[in-house]
């Protein structure tokens, strides 16, 4: 129980003073204190609490005690069995019979899922700020901690902080969640059909004007709605490429992305003249982070990616993505054409027709899961992008990402593509990717992408996630 006390102390909530008041809710013998509509839905076995298989709530309800809490500290030991999915509910209370509780934030509880079904993680308050990276696994005990002080809520997985969530004063929720709110109430078990097994279930209850220190305000209060709003319509709002450079570090990732709500990955550089550039680097970082409530993601540069590094340790990375940027020109001359000192344009047609060639080749050949920076253009050319970048030209672009099943990134620092090639990869059913490419500490701004979400009526469902088993092989034609 000190776990969660360090961790106040470390985030700022020296207000909150370590003591031994915790009261256990749950006997380890029997329901008392527990109560639920479904009769035999959760048995007592072993000392743990479990659900049976079937979908279920179970309410404490206290004993001697109207079980009402505001502010608290909770702790329970959870395990889930393969591909189960639960839900800790707090202030919350019993609805109508057979019907879904009332009020309260849940917070998820699903380390694996089932393909197609929900992919928010263990650690998500649902609806409000997701995650969709597991740190723990099925079938092994983890704790889960949560902290509710004011209007600022905290959720530990193991000690590892995964949301952070700062309720604001003027509340607007979509109608499905408006009644996930601050308020107070009780606490729930919801589960939804295969087995989970709680123990050690335990609460320290805290005064209702305990205070917190704030948390930081990222984004104007209007962006942060914006952000909010589609959290909850379901978009999966993650940035999938984002650089630790310019003095970016993991912690300050970490803290933006658990604060706004914007899921975030970590993508070094990969391939030739790059900072990963052996498959011994490649297996390093990936030691380093892989215990991270992030995506761990590889970008793969340069033609040469395929014959340096090893099948096993790509698939260890929950996707790989690439772009043409850098590539060979007609007389073998090898191109970075983002930067200008390396580009010879003499004829910008020819340069175009090179261009899509070579971005054709990438896809059929390299067998990423997405592509990015899709339609860049050097300097020089760069003015004419609405003139090079032909009907003709995007149709070979969406084609090679169909035949592929290759997402396609919009890119928040480039501003592209435009919204006429995301709309046709719309019409041929391309998943996307949002992505800031960042050089710096301004990671997870994805204004352009919000503008194509509106201009090009993307829809959550059209929004790529990493496959269950990653990275598809390489395959050399």
């Not at 700022?12 to 839905?41: M, R, V, Y």
């Not at 391939?271 to 215990?291: C, H, M, Q, S």
């Amino acid at each position: 129980m000190m776990l969660v006390s360090l961790l106040l102390s470390i985030y700022g909530c020296q207000s909150i003073k370590p003591n031994d008041q915790w009261q256990s809710l749950f006997n380890g013998k029997d329901l008392t204190g527990w109560s639920s509509e479904h009769e035999n839905a959760f048995v007592v076995a072993g000392g743990n609490l479990v659900s049976n298989e079937l979908p279920a709530i179970l309410y404490y309800a206290g004993e001697g005690t109207d079980a009402d809490f505001r502010n608290f500290e909770f702790s329970a030991e959870v395990k889930t069995s393969t591909q189960a999915k639960a839900s800790l509910l707090f202030h919350t209370s019993p609805a109508s019979e057979n019907a879904l509780p009332g009020k309260g934030y849940h917070v998820q509880i699903m380390n694996s899922g089932m393909p197609g079904s929900d992919f928010r993680k263990t650690g998500s308050l649902l609806a409000i700020r997701d995650v969709y990276k597991s740190t723990v696994s099925d079938n092994e005990w983890f704790t889960l901690n949560v902290l509710v002080v004011g209007n600022r809520i905290q959720v530990y997985v193991d000690g590892v902080q995964t949301v952070d969530y700062t309720q604001p004063l003027d509340v607007q929720r979509e109608e499905h969640i408006a009644q996930r709110l601050l308020s107070s109430g009780s606490f729930a078990i919801q589960t939804y059909g295969k087995p989970v097994s709680f123990k050690n279930i335990q609460l320290r209850a805290l005064p209702d004007d305990e205070t917190i220190g704030p948390g930081t305000e990222y984004f104007t209060p209007e962006k942060q709605q914006m952000v909010n709003t589609l959290i909850g319509r379901g978009y999966p709002l993650i940035d999938y490429h984002v650089h630790l450079k310019g003095g970016l570090t993991l912690d300050q990732i970490l803290d933006k992305s658990r604060q706004t709500g914007i899921f975030c990955s970590v993508a070094p550089n990969c391939g030739v003249g790059f900072p990963i550039d052996t498959n011994d680097k490649l297996e390093e970082f990936y030691a380093t982070y892989k215990d991270v409530p992030i995506f761990l993601a590889m970008q793969a540069e340069g033609r040469e990616w395929v014959h340096t590094f090893e099948k096993e340790s790509i698939a260890r990375y929950d996707y790989v993505f690439t772009d043409a940027m850098t590539f060979s020109d007609r007389q073998g001359n090898r191109m970075q054409i983002w930067k200008d000192e390396q580009v010879n344009i003499t004829d910008p047609q020819d340069f175009m027709e090179l261009l899509v060639e070579t971005i054709e080749d990438v896809m059929d050949h390299e067998k990423v899961d997405m592509y990015v920076n899709a339609t860049f253009l050097p300097t020089v050319i760069a003015d004419q992008y609405d003139e090079l970048w032909t009907e003709e030209r995007m149709d070979r672009v969406v084609d090679a990402l169909v035949r592929n099943d290759i997402a396609l990134e919009i890119s928040a620092r480039y501003r592209i593509p435009g919204a006429a090639l995301i709309k046709k990869a719309k019409a041929r059913g391309v998943k996307f990717t949002f992505g800031t490419n960042n050089a710096d500490h301004d990671f997870a701004n994805l204004d352009y992408c919000f503008d194509m979400i509106a201009q090009c009526d993307l829809q959550p469902g059209d929004f790529f996630l990493p496959r269950p088993h990653g990275f598809k092989p390489v395959q050399i034609k």
